[in-house]
């Protein structure tokens, strides 16, 4: 199983300083065996953004 970012239900998002909405959460990095590998930013609205540009672009060649 691959590693996966989780963030917690109860995280309380900040603003990001790349798109400005408060979509900024704390995450937590973890194997697919479950076991914690760290942690990182995630802004939810950028991550959103890039997957629907890289969906177009694939789209588009």
Do not use: F, W, Y
């Not at 590693?3 to 917690?8: G, P, T």
């Not at 995450?27 to 479950?34: F, I, K, M, N």
């Amino acid at each position: 199983m691959p590693n996966r970012v989780m963030i917690s239900r109860d995280s309380k998002p900040i603003p990001c300083e790349e798109c400005g909405l408060p979509t900024l959460h704390v995450a937590r990095l973890v194997s697919g065996d479950g076991t914690l590998l760290g942690q990182t930013m995630v802004c939810t609205a950028c991550r959103r953004h890039r997957s629907d540009a890289e969906a177009e672009a694939i789209a588009v060649h």
